[in-house]
């Protein structure tokens, strides 16, 4: 498909470099730019120069922040003692969002992932260990997608925290809230009857 | 979800401004954005100030260019007495892709959409009859999708050119190449019984 005019063809190539995104997607973003005031669209780039010119990591738990601390390292009302491993930004929003955790967090900033050749050295986790190190810290929980690299840098986290005095606990891995027990892969469903707990009348 | 960042916040709700992106992919994206460098980013939002500031619309087809004429009216070896009428730029590109047309273009800009709130005045046809008016012009194919707001389109463009001495076709409609029969919608299929050809040997 040949694009008549360069300007076009540049913003569709940056478009169509997305993840997730093709060509005639980005095509189709770029001609409702097309139609929007231009300077709704110069507000729509000077976001992303901002965000690149602005945009910090806190310097305690490197979730994203706009200062030097996260709010969430900030707030001394937080349980700072209590450390919850997390793959990425995402993750702290999504545990946020349950309002079930009052303490503090970590983002390693990826997983182990020899496939996508993503090492330790590649992640937070010497901050982790210093962090540790420090003392302070009662508790580190650990959650990462339960997934072959989530279990791998679970593993490689709690081998390196081994010899700190921390107690280390991973999230609960069972049938998910409204999903059919029938349609539950074995693994799952044979994992949540090894870890059955009491029944509580809540 | 909260952002902890008002930087990533606003990048997030520009790129969830776009049609179809909710904000988790603009989370996506963005973050995506973020492990890039810096330089990079920038030139992304420099294409879009670049694509505001520099596209222009051919002024005889409407067609999007960087000069005044777009490259196809420009060409002399086209066929200039064929008009061939589409709603929008991709449809151009779509054409032009199938190297089955060798004449040139009108776009409209969009159908009529009473539901949209999109009449004869918003589109390019008062600018299509002009073209017409001026002469040289034999042939005006509609190449409309066959929609309820194309087959509108087409009928009032058909009407504002009845008194203009000039062919009027449109695109045929049929069975499309590599369909099964039997999941041809039955509007498609009966058509192309009434609208049957001579068999030709190729």
Do not use: W
């Not at 076009?8 to 093709?22: D, H, W, Y």
């Not at 900030?74 to 990425?88: K, L, N, Q």
């Not at 590649?122 to 810290?137: M, N, P, W």
């Not at 925290?161 to 999230?171: E, F, M, P, Q, R």
């Amino acid at each position: 498909m040949e694009i008549p005019s360069l300007y076009l063809e540049r913003a569709v190539s940056q478009f169509a470099g997305l993840p997730g995104i093709g060509r005639k997607t980005a095509m189709r973003l770029v001609l409702h730019l097309l139609k929007r005031e231009r300077t709704d669209v110069d507000a729509f780039a000077d976001s992303l120069k901002a965000l690149m010119a602005n945009v910090h990591y806190c310097r305690i738990c490197h979730n994203i922040c706009d200062g030097d601390i996260c709010g969430i390292c900030a707030t001394p009302s937080r349980d700072h003692s209590t450390v919850c491993v997390v793959e990425s930004i995402q993750d702290v929003m999504a545990i946020e969002a349950t309002q079930q955790f009052s303490g503090v967090y970590h983002v390693l900033g990826g997983v182990i992932s020899p496939m996508d050749g993503i090492g330790p050295q590649d992640l937070e986790i010497t901050s982790l260990v210093e962090r540790i190190a420090k003392g302070g810290i009662k508790e580190v929980i650990l959650a990462l997608s339960p997934t072959m690299e989530g279990d791998t840098t679970d593993f490689y986290i709690y081998r390196k925290l081994a010899d700190y005095k921390v107690t280390i606990t991973t999230i609960a891995r069972g049938v998910a809230q409204n999903d059919l027990l029938h349609y539950t892969d074995e693994v799952t469903l044979g994992r949540s009857i090894l870890d059955r707990k009491p029944f509580i009348l809540k």
